[in-house]
């Protein structure tokens, strides 16, 4: 069984950083990628930024050249560097897992943007 914890969201300005962290249980190395998501209230779940096991990047148009993802491998972390924050990113973020045809999903973090 796959495990994702979230942690790093919390409340932050516009124009303001945050950086979530995603621990898995085991390698990360297992998985074909590993993606941040985010759903705001009364929206369907979106991909904001995935990173496949080569390193390969990929972002939501939304977010490009303000978010970042990374990964540890000696960690079984992947993070996601959020900057210059916009009230429209304001949503859950839920760290996924893809592993073959399966899809492991974390417990969900918090990211308030308010002025």
């Known amino acids: 069984q796959v495990q994702l914890v979230e942690s790093g969201g919390g409340l932050v300005q516009p124009g303001g950083s945050l950086r979530l962290s995603c621990a898995a249980s085991g390698s990360i190395l297992r998985f074909n990628s590993m993606n941040w998501y985010h759903q705001a209230p009364g929206k369907q779940r979106e991909l904001v930024a995935s990173?496949?096991?080569?390193?390969?990047?990929n972002y939501a148009d939304s977010v490009k050249g303000r978010f970042t993802i990374s990964r540890d491998n000696a960690k079984n972390t992947v993070y996601l560097q959020m900057d210059s924050l916009k009230f429209e990113d304001t949503a859950v973020y839920y760290c996924?897992?893809?592993?073959?045809?399966?899809?492991?999903w974390g417990q969900g973090t918090q990211v308030t943007v308010s002025a």
């Open positions: 996924n897992a893809h592993w073959g045809l399966r899809d492991f």
């Open positions: 990173i496949t096991a080569s390193g390969f990047t």
